[in-house]
């Protein structure tokens, strides 16, 4: 096995072990409770919420109110079940902080390494099953979400309904990368310890910590809060959804997106590096 990861050169077997370890994580992840839990988190609250709603009187209906509201409010779903700290970041890094370091307590890592596996295989394996999970569960509620409000305001079908498609895809994608940064921070803080609940205590307090950090900093040249993943939907989805309104002056969505990529890539690579320098075995 070769743990050196200044060596750029892909082994002829390299990748296998990627698809069996994130397999293994997702099918472990369905046998455990928090499978459960995670499904009446992303599933079932939303239905209940929506069912809420329901109660409340539509005055306008149409093709154009029911898009706009549509995005509206699967805008401000999103940023309130998914992606605030309290409860969706915190939530998040219940489910997949100790992903790790369960690993290294349980002595099931160093079973792994003892095969012709590398330690990237098993960062990007635990990466890939975690974000599949999250795709699973997240699909459906989010085009309820947005489908359900087509339907209360009285959208022309089908028309409203397949035009829209390409918009709810490409927002489902961005809540995913928002969601991948915090799985990539996640996965990098269980590669220090190793024990589950120091890793899980430390996950939540450093998102504690960025949050607190995101209520006082503001970038002055655009007004997009870089800490805040709250601003990133509101930079980039009215761009992807033609009736919310745009930021004034309008961020460069590009460079938005390259920091997400990039910030997802060094929480991986800093987690591959940790685990090189750990006598697992």
Do not use: W
């Not at 070769?2 to 750029?8: E, G, I, K, T, V």
């Not at 397999?23 to 079932?44: G, H, M, P, Q, W």
């Not at 305001?153 to 918009?167: K, V």
């Not at 991948?180 to 205590?201: E, K, N, P, Q, V």
């Amino acid at each position: 096995m070769n743990n050196n990861f200044l060596d750029f050169k892909i082994p002829e077997n390299y990748g296998k072990g990627i698809i069996i370890i994130a397999s293994d994580t997702f099918k472990s992840f369905l046998r455990e409770k928090r499978f459960y839990i995670s499904f009446a988190y992303y599933f079932v609250l939303p239905l209940f919420l929506l069912f809420l709603q329901s109660a409340e009187l539509v005055v306008q209906t149409g093709t154009g109110i029911a898009i706009y509201y549509a995005q509206l409010n699967t805008a401000n779903f999103v940023k309130t079940l998914f992606l605030t700290l309290f409860p969706g970041q915190i939530f998040l890094a219940i489910l997949c902080s100790d992903q790790i370091a369960s690993g290294i307590e349980n002595d099931t890592l160093s079973l792994i390494l003892s095969k012709p596996t590398y330690h990237s295989e098993i960062v990007l394996g635990k990466f890939f099953g975690l974000v599949s999970i999250l795709a699973i569960l997240q699909i459906p509620s989010l085009s309820f979400v947005y489908y359900y409000n087509l339907i209360r305001y009285d959208a022309e079908f089908p028309f409203a309904f397949y035009t829209s498609l390409d918009e709810v895809v490409v927002m489902f994608i961005l809540i995913l990368l928002l969601q991948s940064m915090i799985i990539g921070l996640t996965l990098m803080i269980s590669s220090i310890f190793d024990r589950s609940l120091y890793a899980i205590l430390t996950s939540i307090l450093s998102l504690f910590i960025i949050s607190s950090i995101s209520n006082n900093q503001t970038n002055l040249e655009d007004g997009i809060n870089y800490f805040n993943l709250g601003d990133y939907i509101d930079a980039i989805l009215p761009a992807i959804f033609f009736n919310l309104n745009k930021l004034d002056p309008e961020p460069n969505i590009t460079l938005l997106l390259f920091l997400v990529l990039f910030l997802i890539s060094l929480f991986l690579v800093f987690t591959n590096i940790i685990l090189n320098r750990k006598e697992l075995f």
